[in-house]
């Protein structure tokens, strides 16, 4: 089913009923736009046939974007220009018109040349381990951050609570005078940047 | 020439040394003529290695082929304007160009610093001067330029063909000046807390010459790309190398800093963390300094494998475990004036902010490495390559444009949803209308709508923002651009912000249309056939080849049509060098603001027929425009402000800094 865009409002009046970090609205919103970005273009999929000269380069081009020249440091056999990467490529191009498939290609070349050929690393074993650990770390990186936020309120809440003013009004009046000061901003003109900065 | 630049080698060794132990000695003493002599040597720094530079220069152009190093790196055939990129073409050459960096950086540094930052001085000083002993020390007593052969050779080796590109006229020196500038801020940084200045003192310096490593390194990067897209001949402009990695994650991790400096300059809090910050971009610059000296991951880059990277990580590992300890050392005094209200603020941004940039770069640490800890564990060195890191930075790279778009907006302190709503409201309904508009057309990936919603997003915001700073002026008589001047002098840290924000937007226009939707084709073809790629009509008409003195250059004429019409004649060559057994292509661009059509020669065939790589590259040009606009950013960002003023806002927010600064100065 589609995705009427003119829904989009609707879902973003959701926020006033969440009282979470700004995450949440920021998350909300990010996904709202991924979200209705992906499912139109799964709306606008095709089905399938069979491959043209064209899809079959392109294709060719991603597994020559995925595979290691195997004499040259760092360089994919699409980037490189040596001879090997030449050979390399025109095979990836030879088993594509045999119809195998790109894992199957893929495999071909791990066999022969190790699993330093692939550009990026197996989803298995242990080299699962690198997939693993970024989502891992963000996630605990975030939880450490919200712990900290968590912690920094408490602390504001118990030190209001002793010092008692509440709306204390910190440095921002006097910061916004300063600003009037050096630029001569009257009044009127500050009302668009007030607070903000 | 090279002898005079030996012995100023060796003068720098001996002022650096003094000002390091003159400045420390003087600050424990309390003696004000000891630190001012100090810092004389520190001024006198840059003479000393300018000349040094001067007898290497020197060298290279009275083909001094005694010298081991002029001889590695040139040859009589060389074109004489490539003695300037054959000068940092090696390692010993690269490291005088550093230390010359660092010396008048270092002198700039001390020069203009405020008068807030006085009592910090000599230890700031110490740190920048230590930093200098080391690249010095590691000239004189394991890299020498001035080292001479034996037996002296009629010509040179010459330079390596790669670096022949007027890219390489400024990319090096930059992206070098930018990795040694970290110096400067982890030195204002470390000097805050040697001196136990841990305030609000160091923050103004702090943030003035991060912003300027900052824009630096970035500008080095960008010109990197460019070099790399316009000669390496592949059509990419970054390919997640370990030794690009090695220059992009200090980048990122000032980029952190650069923002969550705001919050400790107007509500004085997260001190301990900018430091830290501060500490951690350091290490990821002597990071990145170590990976280009013949680091343990192979790399394209790679220049001169040599043992001189270890000395590197030596360095790298005690200046990071002795600045930590100094850092814990200090802990109790480096607690934050105010504390954070709500997680909806701009603090409460920033934060997030620090949190992704901070993990790209972790990511990208960990794909560098990752080859070296699987060698360790299952015995096999494992590529980590760029399907990774689109995979992973990606997604994190998306969720920085979108915090871009909401950051700015959100006020200090706390924040209402009503203000949010307000605020995001306009633009998140451009955001939308620009993904339907661009579905409308055809564009289905995913990635990239997301991409450029997110970009319209972010834009909106910012237009809006000054639409109305300007209206709300012009409302009062002043005319419009006086109106917009005046409104972007009215607060340049924030409105030059906004421009740097514009740059990244226009990169990211630059990464996801090249990425998503470039088209490339390899074709052989012999004179008077053409190509068509999308859109575009290639003709090869035919090749001559130009013997040089050092290299053979094949030069292919195309015309290139669209339908009927003619667009012009181009002239991608490609060059070979037999003493290298390399060829360097030099591509044909067509650049307009909508796609890059690009051309390069690749093998000439026997027959008389050519392999042409062919791309058609959407909105790439858009990236180089980034450049300019960052440093117009930067520039807004940091153009100072007026003395008065800028003392009067200091003195009460901080009675004790003025205080002492006012009995040192």
Redesign the interface.
């Known amino acids: 089913m589609c995705y009427n865009?003119t829904d989009?409002p609707s879902i973003?009046n959701i926020?006033?009923r969440i009282n979470g970090?700004?995450?949440s609205?920021?998350l909300l919103?990010?996904f709202s736009?991924?979200g209705?970005?992906?499912i139109?273009?799964g709306c606008?999929?095709q089905p399938d046939t069979t491959p043209s000269a064209e899809e079959m380069?392109e294709e060719a081009?991603g597994i020559d974007?995925?595979l290691?020249c195997p004499v040259?440091?760092?360089?994919?056999i699409?980037?490189s220009?040596t001879q090997l990467a030449k050979q390399m490529?025109d095979i990836v191009r030879e088993k594509l018109a045999a119809g195998e498939s790109r894992e199957e290609i893929l495999r071909f070349f791990e066999d022969r040349y190790?699993?330093?050929?692939?550009?990026?690393?197996p989803r298995s074993g242990?080299?699962l381990l690198?997939?693993v650990?970024?989502?891992v770390?963000?996630a605990a990186?975030?939880l450490v951050?919200a712990a900290a936020?968590r912690a920094?309120?408490r602390?504001?809440d118990s030190?209001s609570a002793v010092d008692a003013p509440a709306d204390e009004p910190?440095?921002?009046p006097?910061?916004s005078a300063?600003?009037r000061?050096?630029?001569g901003?009257?009044p009127?003109?500050d009302?668009?940047?007030e607070?903000?900065? | 020439m090279a002898d005079l630049g030996y012995v100023t080698l060796l003068l720098a060794l001996a002022l650096a040394s003094y000002s390091v132990v003159g400045s420390l000695v003087g600050a424990g003493r309390d003696s004000p003529q000891l630190v001012r002599s100090a810092l004389n040597a520190t001024y006198l720094s840059p003479v000393a290695l300018g000349l040094s530079t001067a007898g290497l220069v020197g060298a290279f152009v009275s083909r001094d082929f005694s010298v081991e190093y002029v001889w590695a790196n040139s040859s009589r055939a060389m074109d004489i304007q490539y003695i300037w990129v054959a000068f940092y073409a090696g390692n010993e050459g690269s490291i005088l160009f550093i230390a010359f960096a660092l010396a008048v950086l270092a002198a700039a540094a001390v020069y203009f610093s405020p008068q807030a930052l006085r009592p910090s001085l000599p230890y700031v000083n110490a740190v920048i001067m230590l930093v200098m002993v080391f690249f010095v020390g590691v000239m004189v007593f394991l890299a020498n330029p001035f080292a001479r052969l034996d037996i002296v050779p009629t010509d040179g080796r010459g330079i390596n063909p790669l670096l022949t590109h007027p890219g390489m006229f400024v990319h090096p020196p930059m992206l070098m000046t930018g990795l040694i500038s970290f110096t400067i801020p982890f030195a204002i940084a470390m000097g805050a807390i040697l001196s136990g200045k841990t305030g609000d003192e160091w923050v103004d310096a702090g943030r003035a010459w991060g912003i300027l490593s900052f824009a630096l390194l970035g500008i080095g990067l960008l010109l990197g790309g460019w070099w790399a897209y316009t000669i390496l001949g592949w059509g990419g402009y970054w390919a997640w190398d370990p030794v690009e990695n090695a220059g992009f994650m200090p980048w990122l991790v000032m980029t952190a800093f650069i923002h969550s400096i705001m919050v400790q300059k107007r509500r004085g809090m997260f001190r301990m963390w900018n430091l830290a910050l501060l500490i951690i971009a350091f290490g990821f610059a002597q990071f990145g300094m170590f990976i280009n000296r013949g680091g343990p991951v192979p790399s394209v880059h790679s220049f001169g494998q040599s043992t001189l990277g270890w000395i590197f990580l030596l360095f790298m590992g005690v200046t990071m475990v002795v600045s930590f300890a100094v850092f814990f050392w200090r802990y109790n005094s480096l607690k934050s004036a105010q504390t954070l209200e709500s997680a909806l603020s701009r603090e409460g941004a920033f934060l997030v902010n620090n949190l992704l940039f901070l993990g790209v770069a972790s990511v990208t640490l960990w794909g560098v490495v990752y080859p070296l800890i699987s060698d360790l564990f299952q015995g096999e060195v494992i590529t980590v390559g760029q399907p990774f890191y689109n995979q992973v930075n990606g997604p994190m790279f998306l969720a920085l444009i979108f915090l871009m778009g909401v950051a700015p907006f959100l006020p200090w302190r706390r924040a209402s949803w009503r203000t949010v709503r307000q605020a995001l409201i306009a633009p998140v309904a451009v955001a939308l209308a620009v993904v339907a508009l661009l579905l409308a057309i055809g564009v289905r990936n995913p990635f990239a709508v997301t991409a450029f919603g997110l970009c319209a997003f972010v834009t909106a915001g910012i237009v809006r923002e000054w639409a109305r700073g300007t209206m709300s002026r012009r409302g009062r008589g002043e005319s419009y651009p006086v109106a917009f001047a005046r409104l972007i002098a009215g607060n340049r840290p924030r409105y030059g912000g906004y421009v740097a924000h514009l740059a990244v937007v226009l990169l990211a226009l630059g990464v996801a249309g090249s990425s998503f939707y470039g088209v490339q084709r390899d074709v052989v073809l012999a004179p008077g056939e053409a190509t068509e790629i999308g859109g575009y009509s290639v003709k090869y008409i035919g090749s001559s080849a130009v013997e040089r003195a050092d290299r053979v250059e094949a030069r292919t004429e195309v015309h290139v049509f669209r339908g009927d019409d003619f667009l012009g004649v181009y002239r991608p060559k490609r060059d070979f060098y037999p003493s290298f057994n390399l060829a360097s292509t030099q591509a044909a661009i067509r650049s307009t603001p909508i796609e890059d059509l690009y051309i390069i020669p690749g093998e000439i065939l026997d027959d008389g027929r050519v392999v042409f790589r062919v791309f058609v590259n959407p909105l790439v040009m858009w990236m180089w425009v980034a450049g300019p606009m960052l440093v117009l950013g930067v520039m807004v960002a940091l153009w100072p402000q007026r003395e008065p003023a800028a003392v009067y806002a200091r003195a009460p927010l901080d009675d004790a800094a003025v205080r002492s600064g006012a009995v040192t100065g």
């Open positions: 865009i989009m973003l926020r006033e970090p700004p995450i609205l920021g919103a990010l736009i991924a209705l970005a992906f139109a273009a606008a999929s380069e081009q974007k995925s290691m040259c440091p760092s360089e994919t699409d980037q220009q490529r190790g699993t330093s050929v692939l550009a990026e690393p242990f080299n690198v997939w650990a970024p989502p770390a963000l990186g975030g951050l936020l920094m309120r602390s504001h030190d910190g440095l921002e006097y910061l300063v600003d000061e050096i630029h901003i009257t009127a003109a009302e668009t940047s607070g903000r900065d």
